[in-house]
Structure formats: structure tokens, C-alpha cells
Nanobody, 116 residues
């Protein structure tokens, strides 16, 4: 499985970005995919994910600002990020993981910088 994330960049506070992550290879389900981020000097933290029933989960610090979505035809997930804050500056990663199917893959990160 290979994951390709894109869409990062420089944005002003209050602005928006939409990240994309496309999966290829022996892939099972988009419901095993999630977005993480790593703020410089910190460990990776979960941002948003799909549950195995297709529902969504958001970390408290992005709730009501970020939206995770998926497109099965394109084997892709997205992270719409609105009302961005400087503290959202981080490298964002997509991940596919399933204990049931014995997989745990990470994409290369995409840098999001929120600054005026």
C-alpha cells in the first residue's frame, strides 16, 4: 500500500486548505484511514479518522473547523481545514491501519504553515 498526501502550503490565519491523500496498492477500505499531524518538537497526534462503520472522529482541537471526507472511486480521503490557526502549523500525514488486516502504512507528510 502506498499513500500520497498533498495540498499543504502557506496560509494566513483564518484561511483554509484542503489536503488530499490517495491510496494505491492492495487496499482494503478507506474506513481504515486517518489524518495525523506532527507539530515541531512534538509527537504525532491524531487529527481525524473514519471509524470502521464509516462514521468520523475528530480531535477536540480541530472539531468544528476540520472535515474529513472520502471518495471511494478515487481511493482518496480529504481533510478540509477551515479557520486555520498558527497552532495548526504542522506536517500532516495520512495513515491506513487495521489490526484485523495486519496493515499500518503512513504517507509522506505535507507541510501546513499558518502564518501572517
Amino acid at each position: 500500500v502506498q499513500l500520497q498526501a498533498s495540498g499543504g502550503g502557506l496560509v494566513q490565519p483564518g484561511g483554509s486548505l484542503n489536503l488530499s491523500c490517495t491510496a494505491s496498492g492492495n487496499f482494503v477500505s478507506l474506513n481504515y484511514m486517518s489524518w495525523f499531524r506532527r507539530i515541531p518538537g512534538n509527537s504525532r497526534q491524531l487529527v481525524a479518522k473514519f471509524t470502521n462503520t464509516g462514521n468520523t472522529y475528530y480531535a477536540e482541537f480541530v472539531k468544528d473547523r476540520f472535515t474529513i471526507s472520502q471518495d471511494n472511486a478515487k481511493k482518496a480521503i480529504y481533510l478540509q481545514m477551515d479557520s486555520l490557526k498558527p497552532e495548526d502549523t504542522a506536517v500532516y500525514y495520512c495513515r491506513v491501519a487495521s489490526v484485523e488486516y495486519g496493515m499500518d502504512y503512513w504517507g509522506k507528510g505535507t507541510l501546513v504553515t499558518v502564518s501572517s
